[in-house]
């Protein structure tokens, strides 16, 4: 028979000779605590299945939401649209068009771009600022084209694409 070489215990770390092919402890008393280990890794993973079965649309579409919020802010490093100027601190994703006015534009990236709190929240926008900024930024052109009114209607499918999609770009954009 083939002698199994030495490898390290799953728990505590110490060199151990396993007596069985796959054996992860050293001892009863890791191995017992190796199954818990376990149990809890794969229950967490029913949960997060679970949970998910569970979400709504609007559930989806608020994760979705927040992740595309967080790529427009880490693709704008606190550059505020409206101010023209670096914003210490914490910068929020200000839509020129609004998600409620217009969910179409919810996801498109020419329509949100980084701003402060007190121009995105305190002054509704800040959009007599905002407007000539992002025609100096994206140009005319574009600028009209989100006034081509879009599609909003996505299903929960859609939806995780779109925060998975932001996901990767934001990982992307935070290796660079």
């Avoid at 017992?32 to 679970?50: G, L, P």
């Avoid at 992740?67 to 839509?95: E, K, L, M, V």
Wanted: hydrophobic letters at 30%; one cysteine or more; a positive charge.
């Amino acid at each position: 028979m083939k002698k199994i070489r030495a490898k390290k215990c799953a728990v505590c770390r110490v060199k151990f000779q396993p007596e069985r092919p796959f054996q992860p402890c050293c001892c009863v008393t890791c191995a017992i605590a190796y199954v818990n280990v376990e149990k809890k890794k794969h229950q967490r993973k029913v949960d997060k299945k679970t949970r998910d079965k569970l979400k709504t649309r609007q559930m989806w579409l608020r994760d979705a939401q927040a992740a595309f919020n967080a790529y427009i802010r880490a693709r704008d490093s606190n550059w505020c649209i409206s101010s023209q100027r670096i914003i210490p601190g914490q910068t929020q994703a200000g839509h020129f068009y609004t998600t409620a006015a217009r969910p179409d534009l919810r996801f498109n990236e020419d329509n949100c771009h980084s701003q402060s709190v007190t121009d995105n929240q305190h002054k509704s926008g800040n959009i007599n600022e905002y407007r000539p900024a992002l025609i100096e930024k994206i140009g005319l052109e574009r600028v009209e084209e989100l006034e081509v009114v879009g599609r909003s209607d996505w299903n929960i499918d859609e939806i995780i694409a779109i925060r998975d999609e932001y996901k990767v770009k934001l990982k992307n954009l935070n290796t660079k």
